[in-house]
């Protein structure tokens, strides 16, 4: 069973707009035919139907959904913390086997080391791995630069607000300079405020790094102001139900909220949440 | 005394202003003194002397800061000499009895004389050196066994029904067995002090391991942290201040299963000191020895304290 939907007729294959120091050759992600179920026998949860994706180098792919869809556990058999019951997920060609290097991960909550610094933190994964030149805290400098917490490099993460916290996540997960970025709705706890300035941080680091990211919300405006593309998924059991090109020009300001192109987007992935959601519910009923 | 000649001082400050000090009063004295009515009335000569002292009291009893955490202490102290004093003196008797127990002054003099004594000293020495070989065996082989109980389960379950039956039992009942177990009795007073001090180290590893997060472990895996690195850099400084609480704790404990072990047996030692006090009808020395021992116990484990703050130090910064 395919559940893909192609929504949008304007744009064949999800283009991937040129910017600045774009070299996305890697970073091709296909989840080949994944179902993810949890226990077994009568206890089984099915927690993602066969779900079968390519998404292409450098693209930015939200996935948005209510809690308890199957998105966090999605993008977690990406990231091999979930073996598929069936199926299996492959980057460039490589099937996943478990978590690594290459695929860097941004968590929901804080998770920095809290007994590392700041740069203790970022330079961990090119320590771990004996990069040697340029040096573990060079790598770490030059992305806590990228992030604006240069100021902040001594510090431990209880010195930092949630916001820079979840700066110094992106700047830690970049320093492997991984083929793909995959976020479990990084900006879930933060103010709204904060919020939009991450997002357009991410954006501008994304533009510079031209990695593949794979953005879990469930933001119908987070999904649409940072995606190429949007993949709607709906609960119980978990599956994607919609996947939208998002073709607003890039760079992106945040006064595409109010345009008219956005606000249409936003209304296709309300009106196909809502569907799914009375269908759900009808389907509960009977 | 100095507590008083403070308290003095501050008074003589606040006399200079007493409409200040009598709202501050209310202020720090709270709903129970009726500031409203310390604010209404005009401070008459009564007043105007009484209100400082209700000023300096007030403070030392709902103040927190440095010199009244001190006063306070101080305080405590010196009220707890006096009654033991007074008891002395006039004989308490009461369910218990003071007749024969020396009074401040006589102890006081006795710490003073045995101060200035080798064999002191070496009472003392016998003492710390069992507890730095038994605690320094305890702390070793506790993390160890923690660490390695609180990541892999088949240790977990292999060592925990020894944790569970040996703990309870206390030092004393250990006495017997262990003299007739180890060769001499310098090492079974060893014994019982390493086993007095490994169980909590153990448990406290132990929790210290499980409750690493999730989430960690997660992070340092997709960074490329094998299971080595992860236990490196991940599990063990998280389970940090839980060790470092068992190491303290341990510490008390050892001290406590020491002294069950030195008064049983053994020829030297404070423990051994003490009781000997008592067969020798030097009154004044018992109380020696238990303060001694509280002291040096009170030091060694402010000592591990002080060791493992350094590893702990990320834990009290915060914005």
């Known amino acids: 069973m395919l559940n893909v939907i192609r929504m949008n007729g304007a744009a064949p294959e999800p283009a991937v707009p040129p910017r600045p120091g774009f070299r996305a050759e890697k970073g091709a992600i296909r989840i080949d035919g994944v179902e993810i179920g949890f226990g ?15 998404i292409k180098p450098g693209e930015f792919v939200c996935i948005l959904g209510p809690s308890g869809c199957g998105k966090s556990t999605l993008l977690n058999s990406i990231a091999g913390y979930v073996t598929p019951s069936h199926g299996e997920v492959l980057v460039d060609d490589e099937p996943v086997t478990g978590p690594g290097p290459d695929r860097g ?8 080391f809290p007994w590392k610094t700041v740069r203790e933190n970022v330079a961990f994964g090119p320590r771990i791995l004996g990069r040697g030149d340029p040096t573990p805290d060079a790598i770490a400098d030059t992305l806590i630069e990228m992030v604006g917490l240069s100021r902040f490099a001594d510090r431990y993460p209880a010195e930092l607000s949630g916001g820079m916290q979840q700066r110094v996540g992106i700047a830690r997960a970049l320093a492997n300079y991984p083929r793909v970025l995959l976020m479990d709705e990084p900006f879930g706890a933060l103010d709204s405020q904060t919020r ?18 794979v953005f879990v919300t469930h933001d119908i405006d987070e999904a649409i102001f940072l995606g190429d593309r949007v993949l709607v998924m709906s609960a119980s059991p978990g599956r994607v139900i919609a996947d939208l090109t998002i073709d607003l020009p890039r760079p992106r300001d945040p006064d595409i909220a109010v345009d008219d192109s956005f606000i249409r987007l936003k209304r296709l992935c309300h009106e196909k949440i809502r569907h799914e959601s009375t269908r759900a519910f009808e389907q509960q009923n009977r | 005394m100095a507590s008083t000649a403070t308290i003095h001082s501050e008074t003589g400050a606040a006399v200079t202003q007493p ?42 009893f709902n103040g927190s800061g440095m010199t ?15 009654l033991w004093h007074y008891a002395v003196e006039h004989d308490f008797k009461f369910i218990i009895s003071f007749e024969n127990v020396s009074s401040p002054t006589e102890v006081f003099e006795a710490f003073e004389k045995h101060l200035t004594s080798t064999k002191f000293y070496v009472h003392i020495g016998a003492s710390l050196q069992r507890i730095v070989i038994a605690y320094g065996l305890a702390a070793v082989l506790g993390v160890v066994l923690g660490l390695a109980m609180g990541r892999s389960r088949l240790a977990y379950d292999l060592v925990l029904p020894y944790v569970e039956i040996l703990r309870p039992i206390p030092a ?34 132990v929790a210290g391991v499980q409750q690493t997060p999730e989430v960690l472990v997660r992070a340092a895996r997709s960074l490329g942290a094998r299971r080595l690195q992860i236990f490196r850099h991940v599990v063990l400084p998280a389970a940090l201040p839980s060790i470092a609480t068992g190491l303290s704790v341990g510490m008390g404990v050892a001290w406590f299963s020491l002294l069950a072990g030195e008064i049983i047996s053994g020829q030297y ?30 030091v060694s484990t402010i000592a591990v304290q002080m060791a493992t703050a350094p590893f702990l130090k990320w834990q009290h910064k915060s914005r």
């Open chain 1, 40 to 54: 077994k026998g009568d206890d089984r949860v099915v927690a993602v139907t066969e779900t079968t994706l390519d």
């Open chain 1, 105 to 112: 991960m941004v968590f929901q909550q804080y998770s920095l």
């Open chain 1, 196 to 213: 939009h300035v991450m997002q357009e941080n991410l954006l501008k680091i994304w533009g510079e790094f031209g990695i593949t990211v």
């Open chain 2, 19 to 60: 409409l200040d000090a009598v709202a501050r009063a209310g202020a720090v004295a709270g709903a129970g003194n009726k500031p409203a009515r310390a604010k209404r009335k005009t401070p008459g000569i009564a007043s105007r002397i009484i209100s400082p002292f209700k000023n300096a009291i007030s403070e030392l």
């Open chain 2, 68 to 82: 009244v955490t001190v006063l306070r202490r101080s305080a405590a102290v010196v009220l707890g000499v006096l």
């Open chain 2, 172 to 205: 004393v009942a250990w006495i017997p067995l262990a003299i007739l177990m180890w060769p001499t009795e310098e090492s079974s007073i060893i014994y019982i002090t390493f086993l007095g001090a490994l169980f909590p180290i153990i448990l406290s590893t």
């Open chain 2, 269 to 298: 030692g404070i423990g051994y000191f003490t009781w000997t006090a008592y067969h020798l009808i030097k009154y004044a020395d018992i109380i020696v020895g238990m303060l001694t021992i509280g002291l040096l116990g009170s």
